[in-house]
């Protein structure tokens, strides 16, 4: 009877903290854990992986569920999870924040539309920019790639007496300026444009005063913007491309593998 407790608590450990981890990155990556998507089915799909990669995963050491040991492994889990999963966030808000910009600049800006994923209000320049990423991200099996990503985590950083370095956390958190980074590069072309063109209508305001640049300007600045977005959407795919390979690098760094 002893020795089936023993085997019957550590199946149950080697489900629980696992299955931390894994939900936890469901939860915040892209996609998956988006709100759209119902709690109760993000939970199901987490416990269906977490069974079907149980097997192939280290042991757990601590074995003693009602403790309060357990509940800092628990709470570890869940840090080291939500970091992977927040570094797709901040990849798939790069393109987000590109398309507000160019909106911004050239006039697109008033074109809202709610944002699904967090419920607010964002352009609709924007929102195209998300739309297309997130379905580049569906076309690379990226959602595949973060799944083997956290599975490869447990045996780099294994559930163990080991903390998580707190350094990685402030370099988690200095990804805010290589997102805005990325997106200013993304943006660049059509802001320059957008920039010559404003340019331009303010030399010829200045060489004709009875020019109404509000009437004249404005349709064509938006029309222009268009263009503009068109004309560099070719981009689109190098910077998506490069910035899912810096992507990947920041999360191996991250779990040390």
């Given at each position: 009877?002893?020795i089936?407790?023993?085997?019957?608590?550590?199946?149950?450990?080697?489900l629980?903290?696992?299955?931390?981890?894994?939900?936890?990155m469901?939860?915040?990556?892209?996609?998956?854990?988006g709100?759209?998507?119902?709690?109760?089915?993000?939970?199901a799909?987490?416990v269906?992986?977490?069974?079907?990669?149980m097997?192939?995963?280290?042991?757990?050491?601590?074995?003693?569920?009602?403790?309060?040991?357990?509940?800092?492994?628990?709470g570890?889990?869940?840090l080291?999870?939500?970091?992977?999963?927040?570094?797709?966030?901040?990849?798939?808000?790069?393109?987000?924040?590109?398309?507000q910009?160019?909106?911004?600049?050239?006039?697109?800006?008033f074109?809202?539309?709610?944002?699904?994923?967090?419920?607010?209000?964002?352009p609709?320049?924007?929102?195209?920019?998300?739309?297309l990423?997130?379905?580049?991200?569906?076309?690379?099996?990226?959602?595949?790639?973060?799944?083997q990503?956290?599975v490869?985590?447990?045996?780099?950083?294994?559930?163990?007496?080991?903390?998580?370095a707190?350094g990685n956390f402030?370099?988690?958190?200095?990804?805010?300026g290589?997102?805005?980074?990325?997106?200013?590069?993304?943006?660049?072309?059509?802001?320059?444009?957008?920039?010559?063109?404003?340019l331009s209508?303010?030399i010829?305001?200045?060489?004709?005063?009875?020019?109404n640049?509000?009437?004249?300007?404005?349709?064509?600045?938006?029309?222009?913007?268009?263009?503009?977005?068109?004309?560099?959407?070719?981009n689109?795919?190098?910077h998506f491309?490069?910035?899912?390979?810096?992507?990947i690098?920041?999360?191996?760094d991250l779990?040390?593998?």
């Amino acid at each position: 009877m002893d020795i089936l407790l023993e085997q019957l608590l550590q199946y149950q450990a080697d489900l629980l903290l696992p299955f931390a981890r894994i939900s936890a990155m469901m939860m915040v990556m892209v996609s998956i854990g988006g709100r759209t998507i119902p709690g109760p089915i993000k939970t199901a799909y987490a416990v269906a992986f977490t069974i079907m990669v149980m097997p192939v995963l280290p042991p757990s050491p601590f074995t003693n569920l009602f403790s309060f040991e357990m509940v800092i492994r628990v709470g570890q889990q869940i840090l080291i999870g939500a970091a992977i999963g927040f570094i797709s966030v901040i990849f798939l808000q790069i393109f987000v924040v590109a398309g507000q910009a160019i909106a911004m600049q050239s006039g697109l800006g008033f074109a809202s539309m709610v944002d699904p994923s967090n419920g607010m209000s964002v352009p609709a320049v924007g929102q195209f920019y998300l739309i297309l990423s997130t379905l580049m991200f569906w076309s690379i099996d990226g959602h595949l790639a973060m799944l083997q990503m956290v599975v490869k985590s447990f045996y780099v950083l294994p559930i163990n007496d080991v903390w998580y370095a707190t350094g990685n956390f402030y370099d988690l958190a200095m990804l805010g300026g290589w997102m805005f980074a990325a997106a200013l590069i993304l943006s660049l072309a059509p802001l320059i444009a957008m920039l010559v063109i404003n340019l331009s209508f303010g030399i010829m305001t200045r060489a004709a005063p009875q020019l109404n640049i509000f009437s004249i300007g404005f349709p064509f600045t938006m029309l222009s913007g268009l263009i503009v977005m068109w004309l560099t959407l070719d981009n689109f795919v190098f910077h998506f491309d490069n910035n899912w390979e810096k992507s990947i690098e920041y999360m191996c760094d991250l779990i040390n593998c």
